[in-house]
Each structure stands twice: as structure tokens, then as C-alpha cells.
């Protein structure tokens, strides 16, 4: 079967700006972070990792104002371009070999050791992971990359959490595990920071046209600042060599998962 579809691709689409509420009770503002309030979606070879389920949807929308309520994480768009970022520029050193079954662990059994090898291994293992800290509960999404030979690919995989609560579950499988070209990720990557520059372009564009909000404070010389310094950090991401001591990483793995052997070593 070939596949026609990308392996990975993000959606997202930004709240309407009437409706974009400013951050502050006694000072009201509205910055270039808070304008990207919206929705997003991760596509992961077919399956929408991002999509709750329907039961979530309805629990979490039942106050809605009439309109459908979409399945998808209500975020600030901005945050899953950063942490996408993070990760051109941190999970994009080719992992070596002899590393390559520890980086698709999705949860060593880490020991409780203070050293700069554990703290190597521990830095290196936690870059792979796409942040969703700031989500009541999220998959944990893992990236990896590895070259060998002509095959030069990054493997993601997800796995959904339970909540405590029992409100919040995604629709989908509860886990997976998609490998491709390593051109076919940063190409999705690209993609997300052109239609996410393009759609805030066009957000501060009405705003320099319109009047002033009232009683909101807006200062569209420094979106615009602001925007121009941020479309050059996925270059700059790109740039950046981590200069991972993997053979540091390699001692404080040992250490972390058989520290009694290799306190004896």
C-alpha cells in the first residue's frame, strides 16, 4: 500500500480576533502570544493525536455558544510552534546506535542520581519530548532521529494518559508509533511556521487598521517588532548544534538504570 497522505502534518486555526480576550484584569493587554489563541491538531499517519473524544468534547463544550464545537485542543497556537521549534533544535542530532533503543523509551526506570553523566543522559532523553505541561492531561509525544547508512529518519511516537478524573480522553489509539524521512518532519515543520506567520501577518494588518480596543492595552509597533524577531527562530533553531557528549550521555545512562553496577564498575 503506498501511502499518499503525510506522515505528519499540523493543523491549527486561530480564534476570531473579536473574540480574543486579553490577558490582565487591572491592566488589560493584548501581546503577540496571546493573539494566537486557538486550536491545533497533530496529524500522525492518519490518527489526530489532539482530538478528544467525543464525550470529552461535549463535557468540555456544553456551554458553548450554539456553534459546533470543535474536537481539538483550545491552546495558544504560538506554543505548539515553539516547542516544535525546541525540538528541530534539540531532537535533531542523530542518536547514536547504541542509544537508539533507550530514546524510544518512553519512560526509563531512572535511578535518583546527582552527577553531570546522569544529568547528560537525563537533558539528552528529555529533549525528545513534545512539552504539554501547560495541558490538563496530554500524550506524551516523543521525537527521535536517527542516520543510518542512507536512511535518514525521525521516529514519533505517542501515548495517551489517563485522567484521574475521568473527564479527559482523546480519541484515537492510545498509543503509536509513525517513522519518516527526516525531510518529510521539517518540511511539517516549515508548514506550520509559514501558515502561523501568514495568519498572525494578516492578524496584525487588521489591527494597524482598526481604532484603538478600548481599554485594552495594544501596542501594534511591537507586534510587529515582535513578529519579525520570531520569524527568525526556526532558522536560528535549525542552526543551532546541541554538542551532545554522547559518550557523557552513555556513563549517565548506565548509571541512571543499573547505578549499583556501575557504582561497582
Keep these: 500500500m503506498i501511502r499518499t497522505d503525510p506522515a505528519i502534518r499540523f493543523r491549527f486555526e486561530l480564534t476570531p480576533l ?18 494566537t489563541d486557538g486550536w491545533y491538531c497533530i496529524d500522525l499517519d492518519g490518527h489526530e493525536v489532539l482530538r478528544y473524544s467525543e464525550r470529552t ?24 510552534w ?13 542518536v547514536p546506535p547504541d542509544l537508539v533503543d533507550l530514546a524510544a523509551d518512553t519512560s526509563p526506570d531512572w535511578a535518583w542520581l546527582d552527577t553531570p553523566e546522569a544529568e547528560a543522559a537525563i537533558t539528552w532523553h528529555s529533549a525528545g519530548y513534545l512539552y504539554t505541561g501547560y495541558l490538563r492531561v496530554a500524550p506524551h509525544v516523543r521525537f527521535w532521529r536517527t542516520v ?10 505517542w501515548e495517551q494518559q489517563t ?4 473527564v479527559i480522553e482523546f480519541a484515537g489509539p492510545q498509543s503509536g508509533r509513525v517513522t519518516m524521512a527526516t525531510n518529510e518532519f521539517l518540511t511539517a515543520v516549515i508548514e506550520l511556521d509559514r501558515a502561523l506567520f501568514a495568519a498572525m501577518d494578516q492578524r496584525i494588518s487588521e489591527l494597524e487598521a ?9 501596542d501594534v509597533e511591537q507586534l510587529r517588532r515582535e513578529h519579525r524577531d520570531r520569524a527568525t527562530w526556526l ?9 551532545t557528549d554522547w559518550d557523557a550521555v552513555r556513563v549517565g545512562a548506565r548509571m541512571l538504570l543499573t547505578p549499583r553496577t556501575a557504582a561497582e564498575d
Design 18 to 35: 473579536k473574540k480574543v480576550g486579553p490577558w490582565g484584569t487591572a491592566r488589560p493587554v493584548l501581546h503577540w502570544f496571546a493573539l
Design 57 to 80: 468534547v461535549q463535557e468540555l463544550r456544553r456551554d458553548s455558544d450554539g456553534t459546533q464545537p470543535h474536537p481539538y485542543v483550545d491552546y495558544y497556537v504560538v506554543r505548539l
Design 82 to 94: 515553539e516547542d516544535m521549534i525546541a525540538l528541530v533544535s534539540d531532537a535533531m542530532e542523530p
Design 148 to 157: 543510518i547508512g542512507e536512511d535518514d529518519t525521525v521516529t514519533v511516537t
Design 163 to 166: 485522567d484521574p478524573e475521568g
Design 210 to 218: 482598526s481604532d484603538p480596543v478600548p481599554d485594552v492595552e495594544l
Design 235 to 243: 532558522q536560528r533553531a535549525w542552526d543551532r548544534d546541541p554538542g
